[in-house]
T-cell receptor, first 116, second 113 residues
């Protein structure tokens, strides 16, 4: 079955330190991968996506993600965390199979907490 | 939240009542989606529509209904058959079903009285 896993429910980071939010996936064929961020009581905001090409994808607000085909991972990273980065982060993969082809499959989300 | 609006921001449902959540987009997108978000469960797809006058059930369609009479609008009705409707509902759109970047509205929180 096609799926996305975010193994950490919460990640805690000190401001100024690098952050990583992990995501692994399982799909048939070439994966289309996405990261979204959600602030409390708000909709999801698109951060970045990988379709093809360079394995390091740069996105909004200084975030980047690294696609690793052998490890089936797409981890979100930022060199220096800000308190304002505290939010819920979702990884998603585009479904490539059957009648639901094209729809996004979302992970359960990782809560990022950045302390001053 | 871009060019997608959802109303109301909060909605209260009484026992046995149907309620309708509004979703409008001015992005000229063909595809639209409804998701339900519960704490710790991520987003689950309720219904989606690839084009006007066409829609498909998602993973948790029971107790919900939709219509797509206009390109800009994709209202969701939560019927009395949905026994646990309390959740945060998110609407999204994308240029097409195969153009996977979805853009989300601000959400509607539905509460049961």
């Amino acid at each position: 079955a096609q799926s996305v896993a975010q193994p950490e429910d919460q990640v805690n980071v000190a401001e100024g330190n690098p952050l990583t939010v992990k995501c692994t996936y399982s799909v048939s064929g070439n994966p289309y991968l996405f990261w979204y961020v959600q602030y409390p009581n708000r909709g999801l905001q698109f951060l970045l996506k990988y379709i093809t090409g360079d394995n390091l994808v740069k996105g909004s607000y200084g975030f980047e993600a690294e696609f690793n085909k052998s490890q089936t991972s797409f981890h979100l990273k930022k060199p220096s965390a800000l308190v304002s980065d505290s939010a819920l982060y979702f990884c998603a993969v585009r479904d490539t199979y059957g009648g639901s082809q094209g729809n996004l499959i979302f992970g359960k989300g990782t809560k990022l907490s950045v302390k001053p | 939240d871009g060019g997608i609006t959802q109303s109301p921001k909060y909605l209260f449902r009484k026992e046995g009542q149907n309620v309708t959540l509004s979703c409008e987009q001015n992005l000229n997108h063909d595809a639209m989606y409804w998701y339900r978000q519960d704490p710790g469960q991520g987003l689950r797809l309720i219904y989606y529509s690839q084009i006007v006058n066409d829609f498909q059930k998602g993973d948790i369609a029971e107790g919900y209904s939709v219509s797509r009479e206009k390109k800009e609008s994709f209202p969701l009705t939560v019927t009395s058959a949905q026994k646990n409707p309390t959740a945060f509902y998110l609407c999204a759109s994308s240029p097409s079903l195969m153009e996977g970047t979805q853009y989300f509205g601000p959400g509607t929180r539905l509460l049961v009285l």
